[in-house]
């Protein structure tokens, strides 16, 4: 079994910041890419941002320069560094793992979404 738990999600006024964290547990013996992606409401999922195992990262344009990802291999935790917050940000975030178990293969595992509101 894998669990997946984010935290750091909230409320906060446009220009400000939130940082996200996912932390994995589990029978884990390999983590691949992690990444964030978001869903708003009545739109569909979309990508914020990616980093593989060798720390090689990737942005969804609306958050370049905004957004930081990063990773704590030791910690099996994703961070998600949110900065100049717009109320466009505003959405449930989710954090993935591609990761894989004992005697298991390569797959992807989800957390339980984080809610983001940015207003006044």
């Known amino acids: 079994q894998v669990q997946l738990v984010e935290s750091g999600g909230g409320l906060v006024g446009p220009g400000g910041s939130l940082r996200l964290s996912c932390a994995a547990s589990?029978?884990?013996?390999?983590?691949?890419?992690m990444g964030w992606y978001r869903q708003a409401p009545g739109k569909q999922r979309e990508l914020v941002a990616t980093?593989?195992?060798?720390?090689?990262?990737n942005y969804a344009d609306s958050v370049k320069a905004r957004f930081t990802i990063s990773r704590d291999n030791a910690k099996n935790t994703v961070y998600l560094q949110m900065s100049s917050l717009k109320p466009e940000d505003t959405a449930v975030y989710y954090c993935?793992?591609?990761?894989?178990?004992?005697?298991?293969?390569?797959?992807?595992?989800w957390g339980q979404g984080t809610q983001v509101t940015v207003s006044s």
């Open positions: 993935y793992h591609r990761l894989r178990v004992v005697l298991g293969v390569p797959n992807d595992y």
């Open positions: 589990g029978s884990i013996v390999n983590f691949y890419t």
């Open positions: 980093i593989t195992s060798g720390g090689v990262t």
